[in-house]
């Protein structure tokens, strides 16, 4: 997101910072983002047993992705997470950080798409990391902490937050600390599942991460979960194979993209790719006339289809 923390510090409990929100919050607040979309959902929800990690100086990032892997399913605490999230002189930890920890966990870090997503993911059963300026714009203090809970009624949210295993704020004191983080939120999931507000570009680039962090039979299960929502989506399709291919794993990747040829007979890269497990397996006129293809196609990867055909065509 745009304009994100260059580095973040875990709050201290300084009591005057913390009285300079609720001035600045009072002042400022305005219609809450929070009730834009709250049709469908109880007016009070709370996620029983979420796991809680008393926080240590500066290790709120730690400590809530563990809160949230724990809950994912995975036996995980802080400590193991300190040395892959936690910068020391920053005093802090980066959120993408986070984000590559969980990828690198096997689990899918799926953005929120926006403040009036919260509610309905934790309705969901999707606890959300958020990241809170507990300070002023002029002083910030970065904090993470876990949404849990929320009363539509009252106009609450139940947090895990620091020391605190279930932390009470107000819609305005929430937000207002939240918005200074352009409301950056996190769900982490299993690859099996969809978080409650999926959007196709966003599940994609969430498992594509998991394909990056070389975690290439989770990011398989996560391509497998979006086509049963988008069956044509060709980067999942495509996704798969690759996945199988990296795996070694060459029957499985030429089923995937012979599949991916069927249902997109027009994608040149789908061809290409088939051509090269062809050759690899030894099926050399099968490899050729799958790699003529796709340069016949053409399109924006035409030479890199072209370098196939050449490699193949000089064996």
């Excluded at 199988?244 to 030429?254: N, P, R, T």
């Amino acid at each position: 997101m745009a304009n994100q923390p260059k580095h973040l510090r875990s709050h201290g409990w300084f009591l005057i910072i913390f009285v300079g929100v609720l001035i600045s919050g009072c002042a400022g607040f305005r219609s809450s983002a929070l009730l834009k979309k709250t049709g469908g959902i109880p007016a009070y929800f709370e996620l029983d047993g979420v796991p809680f990690f008393p926080q240590k100086a500066y290790q709120c990032g730690p400590a809530a992705l563990a809160e949230a892997l724990r809950w994912s399913g995975l036996s995980i605490t802080p400590e193991q997470l300190t040395d892959e999230v936690f910068t020391p002189e920053k005093k802090g930890s980066l959120q993408a950080a986070l984000i590559g920890a969980a990828r690198r966990n096997g689990r899918i870090a799926y953005p929120l798409p926006g403040p009036e997503d919260l509610f309905k993911e934790v309705a969901a059963g999707n606890p959300v990391i958020v990241l809170q300026n507990l300070g002023l714009s002029w002083y910030p203090v970065w904090h993470y902490a876990l949404v849990i809970g929320y009363d539509l009624t009252e106009k609450r949210v139940v947090l895990r937050s620091g020391n605190t295993v279930r932390e009470v704020l107000s819609f305005w004191v929430f937000e207002n600390t939240w918005d200074r983080s352009h409301h950056w939120g996190i769900v982490v999931l299993r690859p099996t599942q969809f978080p409650a507000v999926a959007k196709e570009d966003l599940f994609l680039k969430a498992v594509l991460g998991l394909e990056k962090a070389r975690r290439f039979q989770d990011a398989i299960d996560g391509y497998q979960t979006l086509l049963t929502r988008w069956p044509g989506s060709l980067p999942a399709l495509m996704g798969i194979g690759n996945c199988y291919y990296a795996l070694g794993k060459l029957e499985d990747a030429e089923t995937a993209f012979r599949k991916t040829i069927r249902l997109h007979p027009d994608s040149g890269s789908a061809f290409n790719n088939l051509a090269q497990i062809l050759f690899e397996q030894g099926r050399k006129k099968e490899a050729l006339a799958a790699a003529r293809k796709a340069v016949s196609l053409g399109g924006p990867f035409r030479s890199s289809y072209q370098k196939t055909l050449r490699e193949i065509q000089s064996e």
